[in-house]
């Protein structure tokens, strides 16, 4: 095994204890500058400007910080927000949802339950499948495409 698959192999079986405990300096070790703002900082990327917000591909999105499935493409639709937007979270456990009353805004933020980083938030314009919007930054999120011939 070499070091890049033993590394994800550890990101996949990482503890959740574990995850919560990492320092500012671990995790800066770990994220580059923008997913460190993002992920530990509750920092947003400008609209327009991620890597997925226009991204149709079917696959699973992933926490950046900690490799936890969060969002399926299944869930993924087109909100104009500029950011990418998902109707429900993979699975109901695998996020968070906290009051924020940070910028004279009430906003309820969304924050991966496995490893407590920040992904964005949750608004109540979403579609009709849930009525929820989980606006979430491409910073904190890592794309595994489907493969080909994959059973649903
Ligand atoms: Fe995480």
């Known amino acids: 095994m070499n070091n890049d698959s033993a590394e ?3 990101k996949s079986q990482s503890d959740p204890a574990q995850e919560k405990a990492k320092s500012d300096s671990e995790w800066r070790e770990e994220l580059d500058p ?7 900082e509750k920092g947003t990327e400008r609209a327009f400007t991620g890597k ?7 696959g699973t999105y992933r ?3 900690c490799g936890e499935p969060l969002f399926s493409s299944d869930t993924k639709y087109d909100s104009g927000s500029g950011w990418p937007s998902f ?14 009353h940070s910028h004279g805004m009430i906003r309820t933020e ?3 339950a496995k490893c407590d980083s920040h992904l964005g938030h949750v608004f109540p314009d979403g ?13 904190s999120l ?3 495409k489907q493969e080909e011939g994959d059973a649903e």
Not at 34 to 40: A, I, K, P, S, T
Not at 52 to 58: H, I, P, S, T, V
Not at 127 to 139: E, F, H, W
């Open 52 to 58: 997925y917000w226009d991204l149709k591909d079917a």
């Open 34 to 40: 923008e997913q460190f703002h993002v992920l530990r």
């Open 110 to 112: 969304v924050t991966c």
């Open 142 to 144: 890592d794309f595994e």
């Open 8 to 10: 994800e192999l550890n």
């Open 87 to 100: 109707y429900q979270p993979a699975d109901a456990a695998s996020v968070k949802e906290l009051a924020d």
């Open 63 to 65: 926490c950046a910080a």
């Open 127 to 139: 579609p009709p499948q849930t009525g929820l919007r989980y606006c979430v930054n491409s910073a």
